[in-house]
């Protein structure tokens, strides 16, 4: 189906190591090339259209090229494409930020997900004074070093389940910074109040990712959240929720208006950028003063970035909010919902354990040799060979996503869009039926 992207990766392998830039996407055959994608769908360059269930990882929540996105992206190009002074636009969508989100009295925007939450540790241990600070194992907080540990725990390396150890996820990662994270097991709470009561002296911050995406899409259990925030103040310890992903997501607040639980501070990406690279730290306006010189003495931390509060990403980020209306969300999840219910209702028709992991409009198609998910060592179980089986069969018979992996939908799926993408699934799963018997 794709000889021009054959062609590509081999020309990619000759400049770039893995023929890639990006791991994420970096997947067995190869991945294909993009041409171009419009709404829901995605093309590539041998012509072969799909439905876009990545939407970029969460990024293009309206949909591919939504006009009135282009049009603002158009505007601002006008414009001038970067200052090292401010535009309006960033007060604009900082208002539109600290209007969402509950915990956010004052916000800085950065160039990426991984500058936030980079900028968010660092600001939360200058506040607090401590080093410390407590991360989920199995959560994904960006690439830099400190985000890098113990994101993806297998059998070997993890440790106990309800106490696992600090593992860097890449060579490079100094030893130092492993030890000052404190890996808590993830909706496990009394293991979780244990660990924190006996740091408390020394941590900073509980970090998390509401939905816990990396460890396969694993949403916090009734009152998780709501415990560990109450843990948190018992212990005078400070409570920060990593929302790159569930930001603007899952509701328009996020996850903290999904699940009703208001962190100390939060970071965004992905769609407050329209399609552009951002990045957010927001937050109660006491811990935001680390941000703020006193007088004539100099922040407690200090932040720059040539791309903060880019004039393009600003204007895109804007205009897709504006677009974010109570209806598009409850049409979003109801979809995703619905396309759960179809394709457990298949697996069940054909005798095949599996469930399909939702929170939000975010997806993992599909945890095979698995009834449901609390904490990612459940994955050890999980089939994954059947996953990218599945998702190599999916983007074979025109879905977007990349195999073993959370997908998600947008807003510029119309339900024929929903009916025929679970249609194409259910022809995926008939095709496996071979391997899907000799697996169980
Ligand atoms: N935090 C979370 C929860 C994320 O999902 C991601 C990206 N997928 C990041 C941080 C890093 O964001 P970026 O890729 O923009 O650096």
């Given at each position: 189906m794709t000889p021009k992207s054959s062609v590509l990766a081999d020309n990619a392998a000759q400049v770039m190591p893995?023929?890639?830039?990006?791991?994420?996407?970096?997947f067995r055959p190869r991945p294909f090339y993009v041409e171009r994608a419009h709404g829901c769908k995605i093309v590539d360059v041998d012509g072969n259209e799909r439905y876009d269930f990545l939407n970029n990882m969460g990024v293009l929540i309206l949909g591919n090229n939504h006009p009135k996105v282009v049009e603002a992206i158009n505007r601002a190009v006008e414009q001038?494409?970067?200052?090292a002074a401010p535009t309006e636009r960033e007060i604009q969508l900082a208002k539109m930020v600290c209007d969402a989100a509950?915990?956010?009295e004052k916000v800085r925007f950065t160039a990426s997900g991984t500058e936030a939450t980079m900028t968010a540790m660092r600001a939360l241990r200058a506040f607090s004074g401590r080093d410390l600070v407590a991360k989920f194992e199995g959560h994904y907080h960006g690439t830099h070093d400190y985000a890098q540990v113990s994101t993806q725990p297998t059998p070997k390396g993890?440790?106990?389940?309800?106490f696992p150890r600090a593992v860097p996820?890449?060579?490079?990662?100094?030893r130092a910074v492993v030890r000052a994270m404190l890996i808590l097991p993830w909706n496990d709470f009394h293991a979780c109040e244990t660990l924190i009561r006996r740091n408390k002296r020394k941590l900073a911050a509980v970090m998390l990712d509401p939905i816990a995406n990396a460890s396969g899409l694993i949403p916090p259990k009734d009152n998780f959240l709501r415990a560990l925030r109450e843990c948190a103040d018992e212990n005078d310890v400070l409570l920060y929720f990593d929302e790159v992903l569930s930001g603007f997501r899952l509701a328009y607040g996020g996850a903290q208006e999904y699940y009703n639980v208001v962190p100390d501070l939060a970071t965004y990406g992905k769609i407050i950028g329209g399609g552009f690279p951002v990045g957010a730290v927001a937050g109660k306006e006491e811990i935001m003063q680390v941000f703020s010189p006193s007088g004539s003495t100099k922040p407690k931390v200090t932040h720059m970035g040539t791309?903060?509060?880019h004039p393009v990403t600003m204007a895109a980020g804007i205009a897709t909010l504006n677009e974010l209306k109570a209806e598009v969300y409850q049409r979003l999840n109801s979809n995703a919902q619905r396309i759960k219910t179809e394709i457990e209702g298949t697996l069940e028709e054909m005798d095949v354990m599996g469930h399909v992991a939702v929170a939000g409009s975010f997806m993992y198609l599909i945890h095979f040799g698995l009834k449901g998910m609390t904490n990612v060592q459940d994955k050890f179980r999980e089939n994954t060979q059947l996953a990218c089986q599945f998702g190599l069969g999916s983007i074979c018979g025109g879905i977007y996503l990349v195999p073993a992996h959370s997908c998600n939908l947008s807003a510029a799926f119309s339900d024929e869009d929903i009916t025929r993408s679970i249609e194409i699934m259910n022809e995926v799963l008939r095709k496996m039926q071979p391997s899907l018997k000799a697996a169980s």
């Open positions: 893995a023929g890639n830039t990006r791991h994420t996407y970096l001038g494409v970067g200052f509950p915990c956010a993890s440790g106990r389940r309800a996820d890449s060579q490079g990662i100094p791309f903060n509060g």
